[in-house]
Protein backbone atom coordinates (compact mmCIF):
# COMPACT_ATOMS: atom_id res chain seq x y z
CA UNK A 1 0.00 0.00 0.00
CA UNK A 2 2.69 2.27 0.47
CA UNK A 3 3.99 1.79 -2.96
CA UNK A 4 0.52 3.08 -3.69
CA UNK A 5 0.79 6.43 -1.78
CA UNK A 6 3.98 6.88 -3.12
CA UNK A 7 3.56 7.20 -6.63
CA UNK A 8 0.38 8.80 -6.17
CA UNK A 9 2.69 11.84 -4.56
CA UNK A 10 4.82 11.78 -7.55
CA UNK A 11 2.26 11.65 -10.25
CA UNK A 12 0.67 14.49 -8.23
CA UNK A 13 3.85 16.39 -7.97
CA UNK A 14 4.82 15.64 -11.52
CA UNK A 15 1.22 17.19 -12.21
CA UNK A 16 1.59 20.36 -10.25
CA UNK A 17 5.02 20.64 -12.20
CA UNK A 18 3.56 20.39 -15.82
CA UNK A 19 0.41 22.70 -14.75
CA UNK A 20 2.84 25.21 -13.08
CA UNK A 21 4.91 25.42 -16.50
CA UNK A 22 1.73 25.52 -19.01
CA UNK A 23 0.05 28.12 -16.68
CA UNK A 24 1.48 30.80 -19.04
CA UNK A 25 0.05 29.28 -22.34
CA UNK A 26 -3.42 29.38 -20.87
CA UNK A 27 -4.86 32.69 -21.03
CA UNK A 28 -8.00 32.23 -19.11
CA UNK A 29 -7.88 31.38 -15.90
CA UNK A 30 -10.88 29.15 -15.47
CA UNK A 31 -9.69 26.73 -18.01
CA UNK A 32 -6.33 26.14 -16.14
CA UNK A 33 -7.79 24.81 -13.19
CA UNK A 34 -10.89 22.91 -15.24
CA UNK A 35 -7.42 21.66 -17.20
CA UNK A 36 -5.31 21.40 -13.18
CA UNK A 37 -8.61 19.24 -11.89
CA UNK A 38 -8.98 16.82 -15.00
CA UNK A 39 -5.25 16.00 -15.00
CA UNK A 40 -5.44 15.08 -11.50
CA UNK A 41 -8.53 12.74 -11.72
CA UNK A 42 -7.23 11.13 -15.23
CA UNK A 43 -3.48 10.84 -14.33
CA UNK A 44 -3.11 10.47 -10.41
CA UNK A 45 -6.36 9.02 -9.09
CA UNK A 46 -7.46 7.11 -11.29
CA UNK A 47 -4.21 5.10 -11.46
CA UNK A 48 -4.26 5.10 -7.77
CA UNK A 49 -7.83 3.27 -7.63
CA UNK A 50 -6.65 0.76 -9.85
CA UNK A 51 -3.25 -0.21 -7.91
CA UNK A 52 -5.57 -0.32 -4.98
CA UNK A 53 -8.08 -2.38 -6.24
CA UNK A 54 -5.35 -4.99 -7.76
CA UNK A 55 -3.63 -4.81 -3.88
CA UNK A 56 -6.90 -5.29 -2.44
CA UNK A 57 -7.14 -8.72 -4.94
CA UNK A 58 -4.23 -9.59 -4.17
CA UNK A 59 -5.03 -10.05 -0.25
CA UNK A 60 -8.00 -11.63 -0.75
CA UNK A 61 -5.94 -14.09 -3.31
CA UNK A 62 -3.47 -14.73 -0.18
CA UNK A 63 -5.91 -16.15 2.08
CA UNK A 64 -6.22 -19.13 -0.44
CA UNK A 65 -2.72 -20.54 0.82
CA UNK A 66 -3.90 -23.02 2.91
CA UNK A 67 -0.72 -23.39 4.95
CA UNK A 68 -1.08 -19.65 5.80
CA UNK A 69 -4.62 -19.24 6.53
CA UNK A 70 -4.30 -21.86 9.35
CA UNK A 71 -1.52 -20.69 10.74
CA UNK A 72 -1.64 -18.42 14.13
CA UNK A 73 0.78 -15.78 12.81
CA UNK A 74 -1.34 -14.87 9.72
CA UNK A 75 -3.24 -11.80 9.61
CA UNK A 76 -5.92 -11.78 6.80
CA UNK A 77 -6.38 -8.17 6.74
CA UNK A 78 -3.14 -7.09 5.26
CA UNK A 79 -1.79 -10.73 4.15
CA UNK A 80 1.23 -10.65 6.39
CA UNK A 81 3.27 -13.40 8.27
CA UNK A 82 3.35 -11.41 11.46
CA UNK A 83 6.15 -13.62 12.54
CA UNK A 84 8.38 -12.93 9.81
CA UNK A 85 6.71 -9.94 9.12
CA UNK A 86 6.43 -10.67 5.32
CA UNK A 87 4.05 -10.86 2.41
CA UNK A 88 1.87 -13.81 2.00
CA UNK A 89 1.08 -14.86 -1.64
CA UNK A 90 -0.93 -18.06 -2.94
CA UNK A 91 1.96 -19.31 -4.08
CA UNK A 92 4.36 -18.30 -1.54
CA UNK A 93 4.65 -19.17 2.31
CA UNK A 94 7.32 -16.91 3.89
CA UNK A 95 8.17 -19.76 6.65
CA UNK A 96 8.06 -22.75 4.08
CA UNK A 97 6.01 -24.00 6.79
CA UNK A 98 8.66 -24.38 9.26
CA UNK A 99 7.05 -21.54 11.49
CA UNK A 100 3.77 -22.71 11.45
CA UNK A 101 1.45 -22.77 14.49
CA UNK A 102 -2.17 -23.89 14.39
CA UNK A 103 -4.62 -20.92 14.43
CA UNK A 104 -6.26 -22.40 17.94
CA UNK A 105 -2.85 -22.91 19.53
CA UNK A 106 -2.09 -20.67 22.88
CA UNK A 107 1.88 -21.61 23.13
Not at 16 to 44: K, Q, T
Request: net charge neutral; charged share 15%.
Amino acid sequence: MGAIIYWFLVRFVLVLLAAWVLYSFVPNYEDWWMMFFIAVAVLVIYPAQLACRKHIASIRDAGRNGLCATCRHFRPSEALCAKLDEHVRIDYTPCGGEGWDPAGSNT
